[in-house]
């Protein structure tokens, strides 16, 4: 397990990229508190970012946590909505109190249950946001592949796997994102990308 | 200096990374053997993916070089066009050559001159690309902010600057990228994150 960003670099992100909404430091809080894994203030900055320059009227989410992702797509959409899907009840009870608070509920479905099952009941998909498992990336992507949209964008998280994925490793969570990436940078289908903040996010734009 | 991101890191993306344009792999090879410093194409394939994603009419580059970053543009746009900027002659004419030779040259404006004074004869410019003398960042952008169209984007390179943004360096390019960066992440007309990819590459989304 290796740093894939200098401390130091972070560290100087970090101090840059202010943050004054109480919902969103209360959900770092936690994230830290309870070492859950949410993607950080940086990640959800390059998602905000990406939301503004796209558009999109549907997004959904394969793995939404208690919805620290699904906030900040919730703060830069416009007209569209983002659908989150988590396993557990207990944190989309979280994320829709933390929605409600924030006005940010009528941008956002709650699906409790099996992500890529409740995402196939979608059609015309802008952003795919994948945050599942991960040796159900690649899996999930064919599987979905029919459901994005023309010029869709596929963002994937913790793609470069704490460095892992450097390593000569067997396990199915290794393989599996190593797996995931090799097909999106193959696929003609996708251009893509991975932008080493935190753990690696990999975007990709559907071309056609 | 430090190693804003993980060799191992670096080089696993670049095995990601593909590239068959005869034209691309020249123009780094020149620019590994004159170590001229060049986006490289972890940077030139992001550069290409917002491209993309934004469908822009008007590109401006301040500082283009040989045309690195401009080809990566010009590969990726619609209708649009960019303009590449530059104070050397041999390097606006071997990039002239190269858009030539990949039917790119009625997407490109080729300018020899001041960058900033040759920018601010544009307006409505959808993306405007920064890689000039770092000191210059910031008086370049105060500039031509009026000349930046709706919903523009800002991108500009080195701006972890080899990592020296983290230290306590006085000189007048360490010091002219921190005020940038400062700059662009308080103004409330910009949306800002920088990316670690290569020497940083800040993006911002004007916000109105």
Same mark, same amino acid.
């Given at each position: 397990?290796?740093?894939?960003?200098?401390?130091?670099?972070?560290?100087?992100?970090?101090?840059?990229?202010?943050? /004054?909404?109480?919902?969103?430091? !209360?959900?770092?809080?936690?994230?830290?508190?309870?070492?859950?894994? +949410?993607?950080?203030?940086?990640? /959800?900055?390059?998602?905000?970012? $990406?939301?503004?320059?796209?558009?999109?009227?549907?997004?959904?989410? $394969?793995?939404?946590?208690?919805?620290?992702?699904?906030? *900040?797509?919730?703060?830069?959409? /416009?007209?569209?909505?983002?659908? $989150?899907?988590?396993?557990?009840?207990?944190? +989309?009870?979280?994320?829709?109190?933390?929605?409600?608070? @924030?006005?940010?509920?009528?941008? @956002? !479905?709650?699906?409790? /249950?099996? @992500?890529?099952?409740?995402?196939?009941? =979608?059609?015309?998909?802008?952003?795919?946001? &994948?945050?599942?498992?991960?040796?159900? =990336?690649?899996?999930?992507?064919?599987?979905?592949?029919?459901? $994005?949209?023309?010029?869709?964008?596929?963002?994937?998280?913790?793609?470069? *796997?704490?460095?892992?994925?450097?390593?000569?490793?067997?396990?199915?969570?290794?393989?599996?994102?190593?797996? #995931?990436? !090799?097909?999106? #940078?193959?696929?003609?289908?996708?251009?893509?990308? &991975?932008?080493?903040?935190?753990?690696?996010?990999?975007?990709?734009?559907?071309?056609?």
């Amino acid at each position: 397990m290796i740093a894939i960003t200098d401390r130091k670099i972070n560290e100087y992100m970090m101090r840059l990229s202010f943050e /004054g909404d109480p919902l969103l430091l !209360e959900m770092e809080k936690i994230g830290r508190e309870n070492d859950f894994p +949410i993607v950080d203030r940086l990640v /959800g900055r390059l998602l905000y970012l $990406l939301t503004r320059l796209k558009d999109p009227r549907l997004i959904v989410e $394969l793995g939404s946590g208690y919805g620290y992702s699904a906030f *900040w797509f919730a703060k830069a959409l /416009g007209r569209g909505r983002v659908v $989150l899907t988590e396993y557990e009840e207990a944190n +989309i009870a979280y994320a829709k109190e933390a929605f409600r608070k @924030a006005g940010l509920s009528k941008k @956002a !479905e709650f699906r409790v /249950g099996d @992500a890529v099952k409740t995402a196939a009941g =979608y059609g015309k998909i802008d952003i795919l946001f &994948i945050d599942m498992d991960k040796h159900q =990336y690649l899996p999930a992507i064919k599987k979905l592949l029919p459901n $994005l949209n023309r010029n869709a964008l596929v963002i994937a998280d913790n793609t470069l *796997w704490y460095g892992r994925v450097t390593e000569k490793l067997r396990d199915r969570d290794t393989l599996g994102i190593k797996k #995931f990436n !090799e097909y999106m #940078f193959k696929n003609p289908a996708f251009f893509s990308t &991975i932008v080493p903040l935190r753990d690696g996010v990999l975007i990709a734009y559907k071309v056609g």
